[in-house]
Structures are given as structure tokens and as C-alpha cells.
């Protein structure tokens, strides 16, 4: 199969970095455009980030011997992946969905729009039938798709089996989430050592809305958003990457702790297509008392599995538990590059 050629729009910052050390030897795809600000553009993409390059392992030669490009849609390529920051990315995108080009995003832009699907490919693969719906507002064929907040991701990954087969009615979440989700350089060290902050702009309203349209039905060309109740607090710790979250659950139907363990164990909706970035166990049950924790264990699945542990009863809704997912790999990038699999597979690119 000839490669597909991609673009990597904010190719620059903490989540485009992620996006080359993921898509450099990616089997079905191969980067042939980055691009960024005018700040960084006209530059190879090796010289702009000397500095600024943070994830494990060198540039890759092939990326670093790119020109960062402006993110205007003359690229060549047919998919873009965005990791633009919020304030560019809902006007880019538009370009470049107008000019013909599929997006994969990852800003919180788009996510809402009704046209939009919000996807996670384990949970709500018919969310892209709205895509032939969207495509009417952009004539040249191209078309957006996003990918959930990097808190959202984990918690609805948790939630979408057991809301499938016992219901859920309220849950409460409170989240720790990495610095590395706050991009580059982010939180000042002198804020964030030796402290947790309790805010994070515009956070807990993400988490609180974007699963019940994730976990809700596309019906007659619209989306019908779950009928959950979701309460969120979210907060900033000294961690590098992986975002931990505390979530208490009540569910509509009874069920015992054995029930919901099994249900996360059999969940793989994903396991017969043989796409790259699925993991092998989306989601991971640790039985130790101590798990999961950020440093152990956000690399599971190459970062593209949920773990999930601490299941007990809850004195105010019915359990409660801890889950762990990797913020800019199953949070972001992955997320994104997954998106793009399961769309190629299905024969929407
Ligand atoms: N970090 C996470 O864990 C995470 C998780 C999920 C979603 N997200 C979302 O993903 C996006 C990127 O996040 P990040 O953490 O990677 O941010 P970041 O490190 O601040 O990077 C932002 C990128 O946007 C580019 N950019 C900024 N202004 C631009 C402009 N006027 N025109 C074109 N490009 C411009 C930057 O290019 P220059 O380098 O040239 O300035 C850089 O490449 C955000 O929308 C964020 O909300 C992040």
C-alpha cells in the first residue's frame, strides 16, 4: 500500500512533537509537510526545535530536514493533523477542511459542532456517518474530525462499557493531570514544585459536556447527547506525563465489582481491524492496591491504553476508582492518528 501523505499543522509545540515521534515510522502514513507560526516557518524543522524538543529520542533526520511551513492549505498532502493552539486552530482548520484536506484535530475548536464528529474509535465508530453531512458545508470534499480533551479520553474510555451494558446515571471526577498538558514551557516551575493547583481554564466544562456527546447517538443527522450527569474538578500536579483521575460512579442497573472488572477486561470493539495505534488491551484492569500511577504505568499499550484500578464500593454513588491515560499520546496525538486509521480503514480518506 503506498503511504498516505500527511501534514502536521502546530507541528512545533508539546502535542505536534508527538505527532512526528509517532507518525516517523507509522505503516500507512509519512509526514511530508510540518508547519507552524510565522514565528517558526522558513526554518528546518531540526534548526526550530533545538531547544525545544522534549520527548524521548533525537528528531528523526527526515523530519528534521523538513522547511516549517505556515499553516496555510498549500501543503502536499491530503491529511492534516492539527495540534494548533486553540486561539488559530478553529479558523485554520476551516481553511483547510474549505480547501479540500481532511483534519484530524486535536483543539477543542470543532469538538461541539454538530456536523463534527468528537471520535474515540472504541466508543463511537457511527459517529462517523455525520461526516457525509459535514462535507456539504466544505464542497472540495475535505472535512473535520476531532479527537476528546486529554482528560475526557480516559474517563469516557472507563465509562463507554459500563454505560453500554448497566447505565450510568451521575458520576464525579476529579483529575491530576500531567504539566505536559499545559504544552511548553506551560506551568512556571516555581508554581507548580512542591504544590497542586486546583484550576485549570475551561477544563472541568470539557470534561463535563464532551462524554455525553461521545456516549450519546447520532439519530436522524443529529447527535443526541447521554443522559448523564457529570460533576468534574480538575487539577494541575508535578507530574511529567499522565493524567490520573478519582471517579465515583452510579449506575442504573445493579452490578457487582466482579461484573464491571470483566467488562473492562472484554472490551476491545477494535480488535479484528487491525489498525497500527490500536492497543492490544484498550482497556487495563491492575489489581494491586497502588495502581495505576502515572510513572508505572502510562506507557501500557504505547501509551494508548487506559489503565484502570482501586475499584471499591462508594459510600455516596455506587463505586469508585482510579483510571490513568497518557495526555499527549492517548489524550492527543494517538488519539488523533488513531482517528485517521479507523477513517482510512473505513474508507473515508
Ligand atoms: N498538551 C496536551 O496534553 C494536549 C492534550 C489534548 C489536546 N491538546 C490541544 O492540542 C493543541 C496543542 O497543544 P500543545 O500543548 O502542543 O501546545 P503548544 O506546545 O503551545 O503548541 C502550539 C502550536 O501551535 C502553533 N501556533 C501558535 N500560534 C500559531 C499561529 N498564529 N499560526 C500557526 N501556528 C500557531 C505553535 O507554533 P510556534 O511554535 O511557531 O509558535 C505550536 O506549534 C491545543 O489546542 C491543546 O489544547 C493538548
Known sequence: MEKVKVGILGATGMVGQRFVQLLVD??????????????SAGRSYGEVMQDRWKVEREIPPEVARLEVKECVPELQCRLVFSALDAKVAGTI?????????VVSSNARNHRMDPDVPLLVPEVNPDHTEI???????????GYIVTNPNCSTIGLVMALAPLHRRFGLKRVMVTTLQALSGAGYPGVASLDILDNVIPFISGEEAKVE???????GRLEGGRFVP???????????????DGHLESVSVELQRQATEEELIQTWQEYNPLAD????????HPLVY??????PQPLKDRD??????????RLRPCQVLHYKFFLLSHNTIRGAAGAAILNAEYLLKKGYL
Open 300 to 309: 501500557e499499550g504505547r501509551g494508548m491504553t487506559c489503565t484502570i484500578g
Open 26 to 39: 507509522h505503516p500507512w502514513f509519512e509526514i511530508t509537510e510540518v508547519a507552524a507560526s510565522e514565528r
Open 131 to 141: 461526516i457525509p453531512q459535514q462535507k456539504k458545508r466544505w464542497p472540495k470534499g
Open 226 to 240: 447521554a443522559e448523564i450527569a457529570i460533576s468534574a474538578s480538575c487539577t494541575r500536579v508535578n507530574v511529567r
Open 273 to 280: 481491524l487491525g489498525l497500527p495505534s490500536a492497543p492490544e
Open 93 to 101: 482548520e476551516e481553511e483547510f477542511a474549505k480547501a479540500g484536506y
Open 209 to 215: 459536556t464532551e462524554p455525553l456527546k461521545i456516549l
Open 286 to 291: 491492575r489489581p494491586e492496591p497502588d495502581r
